[in-house]
């Protein structure tokens, strides 16, 4: 039996913001309210910081099976429990691509061997992600795994007639289609297209590729009644054009990771590949206008993409580098600066896009609160004032390749528990 | 040299270089120029240094340019290209970097096919790194010369009209040449069809024409640039027939450019493509004028780069 004693509880899902005493029996939260007597509970003094509903983030990159000497379902369990995650979605994009039963299980065994963090993986839309044919979706539906999402994630599903298909047969199981947004045609390019990379020399990749695929995607949402999920939206035609379509009822939703909410393609400007990310960084008009989608509710998520990527393949000339960064042990501090110091949302609103959010888009109840009684205890403490330094070789994951290098950040997680056992204590590793 | 960026060991951009420093090189360059003309061509000034010039794409004029030029320094000069080298095996720049520097390079030429590699060189070595062209960002020692041209033809660079003309989203000689003319007072115009401009041409901070014609009378200098087809992923035109109708610098265009007006073109040239022979040919082209020009204010680039003062005493 564990108190967690005096924290400032944030709950979105009970919509509570106030210091309280939270105590944990076997796997569940067993009571919560002021003052709560030890009763024999080990005492975990929480006063300062925040207690949470544990994060759950839909989209990283976990490169196991096939790259793993970028990432492994371990180190990536690691840096997810040290970011305060309870959850994670690993995308299909591995070698084997994840599609199929016994891969999707692999990864989701794995997943429960390491323990710090439930793996959940998306399964791919289309067989070996190759954009032609359906993947077996229901039978990866139907697996251990029980996959909810699925996505080509790295690439759109390339045509109409395609994705119509897989928003309509997944319709059986209510399975959300995530979709990679940009137009195949449109995307052969390096950055942002716009003055940065007409300064540069770089193909640039117009914000149009992005608009112009959600449209597509949406319509598709609407006629055939399916599911939809746009990952990493990052343009300001791309949040409107969710907007809208949420506006007349179709079922969509939208996520952003922080990257996008903290930098532009000025970072771009010394070619270092840190920055080289798809979709690529915008202008600070489009940052705004992922900022007010926050605030008005079109975003429902906050994930990382967290994409490791071995120094080897990463270093190196900015055009041949791969995209992609790591974000899991970042998330939330830029989170804090970006949305609740910038004065975007509150710290509730915040929370829930990094748990309530992506676990209603997951359809898991026992993420994302309520931090009541009989509720499933997944939880992050954090402390909102511990500032530390981002440095790149402290990382648990086994790349390096953060944007936020050097960076201050403010916001740190204390304890991270899953179902009732400490995954993170006192911002280590629990063992 | 007193350069206006934060680390001035380098040129990988003409925008790290502040209009002081450009009249230094320019005017280091004429003091070289003159013992080009001379029997002797050579000056001790760097002896017991090393310069690679390291090549990653096929050159002719750029490479051999930066050979003599650093050899009438009287520096090391070591050729490395990609077709003969460890690069052929898989060796990263990043290797390849510490490699030259555990052997000494003061100062590498770079020449490579991916816009920044030279900013990525740089923050790997010691050494002084000079970009020679990076895929379709820059070509710095190309607008030096360029201006030199200008400089010694006209007299001056400020208030002319100097008028880019063609494949600008694939140029390297359009980004450098449009920075540096524009830093030196001219005036400029980047002139091609929509699809050979970059979307946010704007930063460049000067005026862009889709028409040719229209301003071709204008012109002090009318820069030509080659139509870069190895670069274009993607029909960017209808036909070369079309770009030849209206942007290529035809002989009926010539006899429109004003009198005193010039014509340039850092090569190598597609004749029957962007330019014709007798436009290519013709006493206002001066094309061969560049080339010669390389020499010498590559010679006072590096001279600068690696610690000389620019003054008249270089040569003596």
């Not at chain 1, 400007?269 to 605030?295: G, I």
């Not at chain 2, 000079?130 to 010369?145: F, R, S």
Request: hydrophobic content about 40%; overall charge negative.
């Amino acid at each position: 039996m564990i108190l967690l004693r005096g924290g400032r509880v944030v709950d979105p899902a009970s919509d509570v913001d106030r210091t309280l005493d939270v105590r944990v029996e076997g796997s569940e939260i067993s009571e919560v309210g002021e003052g709560l007597s030890a009763d024999g509970a080990e005492v975990v003094d929480c006063s300062g910081a925040v207690v949470a509903p544990g994060f759950v983030d839909l989209h990283v990159h976990f490169r196991e099976p096939g790259g793993e000497d970028a990432e492994t379902i371990e180190s990536g369990s690691r840096a997810a429990a040290l970011g305060g995650y309870v959850a994670v979605c690993p995308m299909p994009n591995t070698d084997p691509a994840q599609d199929s039963a016994s891969v999707v299980e692999y990864v989701w065994r794995r997943g429960r061997e390491v323990g710090l963090v439930d793996v959940l993986p998306v399964g791919a839309i289309t067989a070996r992600r190759a954009g032609l044919e359906l993947a077996p979706m229901r039978e990866m539906n139907r697996s251990a795994a029980r996959v909810r999402l699925f996505s080509d994630d790295g690439d759109p599903v390339p045509t109409a007639s395609l994705l119509r298909r897989a928003l309509e047969y997944g319709k059986t199981f209510d399975a959300v289609i995530v979709e990679h947004a940009e137009d195949p045609s449109l995307r052969d390019g390096l950055m942002h297209e716009g003055a940065v990379s007409a300064l540069l020399g770089l193909r640039g990749i117009p914000a149009e590729a992005e608009e112009i695929c959600v449209l597509r995607d949406a319509s598709l949402a609407r006629m055939t009644g399916g599911r939809l999920h746009i990952a990493h939206i990052s343009t300001a035609g791309g949040v409107e054009a969710v907007r809208r379509a949420k506006a007349e009822g179709v079922r969509v939703t939208c996520e952003v990771t922080p990257h996008h909410l903290a930098l532009t393609d000025d970072s771009v400007r010394t070619f270092d590949p840190s920055f080289k990310v798809a979709p690529p960084l915008r202008t600070d008009e489009h940052v705004q206008a992922l900022k007010a989608a926050v605030a008005d509710g079109t975003i429902d998520a906050v994930a990382t993409d967290h994409a490791p990527h071995a120094m080897h393949s990463k270093d190196r000339e900015f055009e041949y580098a791969p995209c992609g960064m790591v974000g899991l042990e970042t998330a939330l501090g830029v989170v804090l600066a970006e949305l609740v110091d910038a004065g975007i949302c509150s710290l509730t609103r915040a929370v829930e896009l990094m748990s309530n959010g992506p676990a209603r888009i997951l359809a898991r109840g026992e993420y994302g609160g309520p931090i009541g009684a009989g509720h499933a205890a997944n939880l992050v403490v954090f402390d909102p004032e511990a500032t530390w330094t981002v440095d790149p070789s402290a990382l648990a994951s086994r790349s390096r390749n953060t944007p936020f290098a050097g960076r201050k950040l403010r916001g740190r997680v204390v304890h991270t528990m899953l179902r009732g056992g400490f995954t993170v204590r006192e911002g280590e590793i629990a063992s | 040299m007193r350069s206006v960026k934060a680390d001035p060991r380098h040129l990988l951009s003409i925008a790290d270089l502040g209009r002081d420093d450009i009249n230094d090189v320019l005017s280091t360059a004429e003091t070289f120029e003159a013992i080009g003309e001379r029997e002797i061509k050579k000056v001790p000034t760097l002896r017991g240094r090393t310069v690679v010039n390291l090549f990653y794409e096929a050159s002719t004029r750029t490479r051999v340019s930066f050979e003599i030029a650093a050899k009438r320094l009287s520096a090391d000069v070591i050729n490395v290209s990609s077709s003969a080298s460890s690069i052929e095996k898989g060796e990263s720049l990043r290797d390849t970097a510490r490699t030259l520097r555990a052997l000494g390079a003061d100062a590498i030429v770079l020449r490579h096919p991916a816009a920044g590699a030279p900013a990525f060189l740089a923050r790997l070595t010691d050494a002084c790194v000079i970009n020679a062209g990076d895929g379709a960002h820059e070509h710095p020692t190309q607008a030096l010369l360029d201006l030199y041209t200008v400089q010694r033809h006209f007299g001056r660079v400020e208030g002319l009209r100097v008028g880019i003309v063609g494949d600008i989203v694939h140029s390297r000689v359009a980004r450098s040449g449009a920075l540096g003319f524009k830093r030196m007072g001219a005036e400029v115009v980047l002139i091609a069809p929509p699809t050979l401009l970059p979307l946010g041409v704007d930063v460049f901070g000067c005026r862009w024409s889709y028409d040719l014609d229209a301003e071709i009378d204008g012109l002090d200098v009318v820069y030509v640039l080659r139509m870069q087809r190895e670069r274009h992923r993607e029909p960017l035109l209808p036909s070369e027939r079309e770009f030849w109708d209206g942007y290529a610098l035809t002989r009926e265009r010539l006899a429109r450019v004003r009198p005193g007006g010039v014509v340039m073109h850092a090569g190598p040239m597609n004749r029957g493509v962007e330019i014709d022979w007798e436009a290519a040919e013709s006493e206002i082209a001066l094309i061969e004028s560049q080339v010669s020009a390389g020499v010498a204010v590559r010679m006072a680039l590096i001279y600068l780069l690696l610690g000389g003062q620019a003054s008249g005493e270089v040569a003596s």
